[in-house]
């Protein structure tokens, strides 16, 4: 941690082992699930005071943000200056309000993808549920209708498809956190893969 905040307070944008790409590239294990608007719904469930479900229309009315932020995948690539539009986090924090004992989130996806963060983190001013990227509704790959942006963690906390957001009090690996993949995944610690969180690296 002393080292991340050593690094960002030298303003390098680009965090140790990561290469700047100027496209896009398309990063999803499995097919991209198609959009039903009629269908698609949006929950928050747990440890919140207010559970919601809100349909394609109903989260569209949500108050809308925009924000720039880099992206980096594990996989090495860097994207700089990604402006997002959508539902910024806190925002919906303030709608479902967490219970004290809500100490996780758990984002589960169309498709079966999951992914865990330490709720302080998910609260994150820089942290959305995006629709539209770089001025455009979100391509299918990206993630279409709605995706959540992590910036300051490694791209697979970023989850495409995104339709149950659950508080939970006890922590859990989601899809890549079971598979080799960080924890956390920091990458300005460079907190890649899974056989690093018992070295304390
Ligand atoms: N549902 C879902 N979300 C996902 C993934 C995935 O396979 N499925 N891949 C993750 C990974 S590893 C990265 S780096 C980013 C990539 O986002 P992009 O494909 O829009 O570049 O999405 C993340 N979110
Ligand atoms: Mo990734």
């Known amino acids: ?21 100027k496209n896009f590239p398309v990063l ?3 097919p ?5 608007p009629a269908k698609w719904d949006f929950r928050v469930s747990g440890l919140v005071e207010n559970p919601i479900r809100l349909n394609w229309e109903e989260f569209l009315r949500l108050p809308i943000s925009s924000q720039t932020s880099d992206f980096h995948c594990v996989t090495s690539w860097s994207r ?8 910024k986090v806190s925002d919906l924090v303030k709608l479902v309000k967490p219970k004290p004992e809500a100490l996780y989130v758990f984002i589960h996806c169309d498709g079966g993808y999951t992914t865990n ?6 609260v994150d001013d820089d942290v ?4 539209r990227h770089d001025g455009k509704d979100l391509d299918p790959d990206h ?3 709605l995706r959540l942006v992590v910036p300051k963690l490694y791209g697979w906390k970023s989850a495409k498809w995104v339709r149950v957001i659950e508080f939970c009090a006890k922590e859990r690996r989601g899809f890549w956190e079971v598979r080799g993949y960080h924890n956390h995944g920091d990458p300005w610690a460079e907190e890649r893969y899974s056989f690093q ?3 304390g690296e």
Not at 80 to 87: A, K
Not at 117 to 122: A, Q, R, S, T
Request: no cysteine; charged share 25%.
């Open 1 to 21: 941690m002393a080292k991340s905040r050593e690094l960002k307070r030298q303003d390098i944008r680009l965090p140790p082992g990561q290469t700047l790409v």
């Open 28 to 30: 999803s294990y499995g």
């Open 32 to 36: 991209t699930p198609r959009f039903n």
């Open 80 to 87: 700089f200056d990604n402006l997002w539009e959508g539902v």
């Open 117 to 122: 963060l330490p709720i302080h983190e998910f």
């Open 128 to 131: 959305m549920l995006a629709y």
């Open 143 to 145: 993630g279409w209708p």
């Open 197 to 199: 969180e018992d070295s």
